[in-house]
């Protein structure tokens, strides 16, 4: 069984919808992902906080919004969606930085989303 | 940055025949290495991982990969493959600063 956990696993919207995707860790990890992938491509990293903090920011469009309410918890809002970001959006968590960080990912099973 | 190159879109092998995936990485200083396994719709589930140490790694179902600094490489390997490991297989570099980079993964197929 997977520890990170995503809601919800399928969501059709509209262009004009707002809504957000959520996922949640209780493995004490410090440092949380978002990644798109279309089919038959590898994840792609949009998003990665680092003790709350958004570090890593792989220049994705302003109709996805990360939120990290706490250590625990990720969100990523979406607004205005394109066809085109319809895709598997996982979110996944690791260590965070420090001396016994090895970056070991630990995934959700995704959330697949179609945008009408 | 660091990336990945798995040269093989597509492998089939007929099942109880022996497996080999390859990997070849690019990164400035050592690399901690990953493989990864994805059946169709789900998550990624973690094969086995390289971080330092023995260069032979161990990992779940049967699989194991081999770190070769000189060729850059981490290639993943299975003796006899079951019908249930047709996958898509990724292999992935990262580091400490939580920057990991997929190659564009290997689909097997395995044949009755």
């Known amino acids: 069984d997977t520890e990170v956990t995503q809601t919800p696993k399928h969501l059709v919207m509209g262009m004009t919808n707002k809504k957000s995707l959520k996922c949640e860790q209780h493995?004490?990890?410090?440092?949380m992902y978002w990644y798109k992938q279309k089919a038959k491509k590898p994840p792609e990293l949009m998003f990665v906080?680092?003790?709350?903090?958004?570090?890593i920011n792989e220049s994705v469009p302003s109709r996805f919004s990360p939120e990290c309410p706490n250590s625990s918890l990720l969100n990523l809002h979406l607004h205005a969606l394109q066809p085109e970001d319809s895709a598997l959006y996982l979110c996944?968590?690791?260590?965070?930085?420090?001396?016994?960080?090895?970056?070991?990912?630990?995934f959700g099973e995704g959330s697949r989303l179609t945008v009408l | 940055a660091q990336s990945v190159t798995q040269p093989d879109i597509h492998i089939t092998v007929s099942e109880g025949a022996s497996l080999e995936l390859r990997c070849n990485y690019s990164?400035?200083?050592?690399?901690?290495l990953f493989w990864y396994v994805q059946s169709p719709g789900q998550g990624l589930q973690l094969l086995l991982k390289?971080?330092?140490?023995?260069?032979l790694v161990q990992g779940i179902k049967g699989f194991e990969a081999e770190f070769k600094r000189s060729q850059s490489s981490f290639n993943l390997r299975k003796p006899s493959v079951h019908w249930s490991d047709a996958a898509e297989y990724f292999c992935?570099?990262?580091?400490?600063?939580?920057?990991?980079?997929f190659g564009a993964g290997t689909r097997l197929t395995v044949k009755p």
């Open positions: 996944a968590s690791s260590q965070g930085q420090g001396a016994s960080n090895t970056g070991e990912l630990f």
């Open positions: 493995m004490g990890h410090r440092a």
């Open positions: 906080y680092s003790y709350e903090k958004l570090s």
């Open positions: 990164y400035g200083a050592t690399p901690y």
């Open positions: 390289y971080f330092s140490g023995d260069t």
């Open positions: 992935a570099v990262g580091g400490w600063n939580n920057d990991m980079r």
